[in-house]
């Protein structure tokens, strides 16, 4: 399966735990976004990346939020300090963009569940 | 900032029906618009991309159409079936010169399609 991948599918922590999720996009794709979704609302964008570069951050990724992406390749989102109101899916997607203006379909992987108790 | 409104927010309707879902945005600057189906549990599938300027698009028993000044899209199914029976979803792309793109999502449309 070459479609985008993340891990781990679930995940349940404790208030005050940090958690890091990993997300591996479709190999040749240079762009990767995360995106945050809540029961019964659509995904939210939280920040992007082209190649190994942040290039937008939602308001909604507050300081206890970080997401890299040290190679151009995987990323990971971690969330310290994590809050009942954190309980969420977080989904990625990757698109190929061979220019600013390129073709620019986005392929959502399966998510990562968490909750926080 | 960019609004998604999509109606209705859920439909019942029994099998072999032909439907309508419909997309408003706020934002007319939209470089495409991408179509989702989303099962209970499960991340988002891509069914169809649109770009803005195309005024409609088809695979398959569906079909995207784009009205972007009026900012508008609707995905018209044919011949419904249960196992179209998910949440669709309507993301315009808008495009900024210093970051790239990123898709604004609406609350989707529940479908259920009954035998």
């Known amino acids: 399966d070459t479609g985008v991948s993340q891990d781990p599918r679930h995940k349940i922590t404790k208030r005050g735990q940090n958690v890091t999720f990993r997300c591996d996009p479709i190999s040749e794709h240079n762009r990767l976004y995360w995106y945050r979704q809540t029961l019964g609302q659509g995904p939210e964008f939280l920040t992007y990346?082209?190649?190994?570069?942040?290039?937008?951050k939602s308001r909604l990724l507050s300081d206890r939020f970080s997401a890299e992406r040290p190679k151009g390749s995987f990323s990971t989102l971690e969330i310290q300090r994590t809050e009942q109101g954190d309980s969420a899916m977080y989904l990625c997607a990757s698109s190929l963009a061979l220019d600013l203006l390129g073709w620019n379909e986005q392929f959502f992987g399966p998510g990562t569940r968490l909750t926080v108790l | 900032k960019q609004e998604v409104t999509q109606i209705p927010a859920a439909l019942s309707v029994p099998e072999g029906e032909n439907l309508v879902l419909n997309c408003s945005f706020t934002?007319?600057?939209?470089?495409?618009l991408q179509w989702f189906r989303q099962d209970p549990g499960k991340g988002l599938t891509s069914l169809l991309l649109i770009q803005s300027s195309q005024r409609e698009q088809t695979s398959g028993r569906l079909n995207a159409s784009l009205d972007k000044s009026s900012g508008r899209s609707t995905l018209y199914i044919a011949a419904s079936q249960p196992g179209d029976s998910a949440t669709y979803l309507c993301a315009p792309n808008i495009y900024k010169e210093t970051s790239g793109s990123r898709l604004t999502f609406g609350e989707g449309t529940q479908l259920t399609v009954n035998p």
């Open positions: 934002d007319s600057a939209i470089y495409n």
């Open positions: 990346f082209q190649n190994e570069a942040q290039l937008e």
